[in-house]
């Protein structure tokens, strides 16, 4: 696996680690909710649904992670496609800064898994 996919991939790992502790732990504290642009009780009205989608954070970060520890391009694709088909949807249902945040990383890790 190329070094510069590994390195994006990496990243792209890190980020939905930060995105699980940010909807897992701290979606309803301050800085969620300035994250999340949400008040104290839309917060709490939804911070069973947002531990959910932190949960779900969690399960790209572990196949990413296997992905890196296997050295497994296919597993890597797979989770890689997840978190982009993941950005693409939040882009065009919540907000088109989620496709820059979440999506761009998973295709810069794509295109260097793949390209070179």
């Known amino acids: 696996m190329p070094w510069l996919a590994v390195v994006l991939i990496a990243v792209v ?3 939905h680690a930060w995105f699980l502790v940010l909807e897992m732990f701290l979606w309803t504290k301050p800085l969620g909710m300035k994250t999340f642009r949400m008040n104290a009780d ?3 009205q939804t911070k069973v649904l947002a531990a ?4 779900y954070n969690g399960f790209l970060v572990a196949g990413l992670v296997w992905a890196l520890l ?3 391009h296919d597993v890597a694709t797979f ?3 997840c978190v982009v088909v993941a950005g693409g949807f939040g882009a065009a249902t919540v907000s088109r800064r989620i496709f820059y945040v979440q999506a761009v990383p998973a295709l ?3 295109a260097a898994l793949w390209l070179l």
Do not use: P
């Not at 959910?52 to 949960?55: D, I, K, Y």
């Open 70 to 72: 296997c050295a497994r």
């Open 13 to 15: 790992a890190l980020l």
């Open 79 to 81: 989770f890689l496609a």
């Open 52 to 55: 959910n989608q932190g949960l």
């Open 42 to 44: 839309k917060a709490e």
């Open 108 to 110: 810069a890790a794509l």
